[in-house]
């Protein structure tokens, strides 16, 4: 089986401008979780879904969005970018069997999506 | 609000050493605890889920332990390899932040 995949590998943006970080989950996975990975706060928990809805939140600004696909693929998005937005998004999914949370269960992660902004 | 602190943040040892990394957690209302590795600019890579009903994991020469009430995992890793050096990281899951990460241990197994 494939891996979970992330799009694009790396970016550079400027302030103010937006962006699109795109996730494939490993087949038949249906829960995706978004982290940011930065040298200061290390690791923070974005969001999760399943079932093309957002099931859980963490506490990032609203300028943070995502979305999720019936494929079960998803998007984030994040407007207006700040230089303090340089990081490594990070996806994973798991597989939400009979519903669970993903936190219940093994996540997998992608690579990640080292974004600059400049 | 759970904190996750991981002692020490790095650690160079000899081949073959067999070796303990910490995780402490402030809140013991845990539904599971995972340690995870991740190698320079690459994804996570799950090791071992110890859930909280559970003492401890094996797989491999990897053993990580969990005592909730004290609010403490280990991750023993025995006759350690080159090919184990990364940074090591747990996470606490449950609650609204899905799983709550430690800060991460840098592990360098020196031939």
């Known amino acids: 089986k494939a891996g979970v995949t992330q799009t694009p590998r790396y970016l550079i943006k400027t302030r103010g401008q937006q962006v699109t970080l795109s996730c494939s989950p490993i087949s038949g996975h249906r829960s995706v979780s978004w982290y940011q990975q930065t040298p200061g706060q290390g690791l923070q928990f974005l969001f999760e879904?399943?079932?093309?809805?957002?099931?859980n939140k963490g506490n990032f600004p609203g300028r943070f969005s995502g979305r999720q696909f019936s494929n079960s693929r998803s998007e984030m998005n994040v407007s207006t970018l700040e230089l303090g937005d340089s990081a490594l998004y990070l996806c994973a999914s798991s597989l939400a069997q009979r519903g669970v949370s993903s936190y219940q269960e093994t996540q997998y992660f992608g690579p990640g999506t080292r974004l600059l902004v400049l | 609000k759970q904190e996750v602190t991981q002692i020490p943040a790095a650690l160079s040892v000899p081949e073959g050493e067999n070796l303990v990394l910490n995780c402490s957690f402030t809140d013991s209302a845990i539904y599971n605890l995972q340690w995870f590795r991740q190698d320079p600019g690459k994804g996570l890579t799950s090791l071992l889920l110890?859930?909280?009903?559970?003492r401890e994991q094996t797989s491999g020469r990897l053993n990580a332990s969990l005592d909730k009430s004290s609010g403490r995992s280990t991750l023993y890793i025995a006759a350690s390899q080159p090919g184990d050096s990364a940074t090591y990281l747990c996470a606490v899951g449950g609650g609204a932040n899905n799983l709550f990460f430690g800060t991460g241990t840098r592990l360098t197994v020196i031939p």
């Open positions: 110890i859930q909280s009903s559970q």
């Open positions: 879904y399943f079932s093309e809805t957002q099931r």
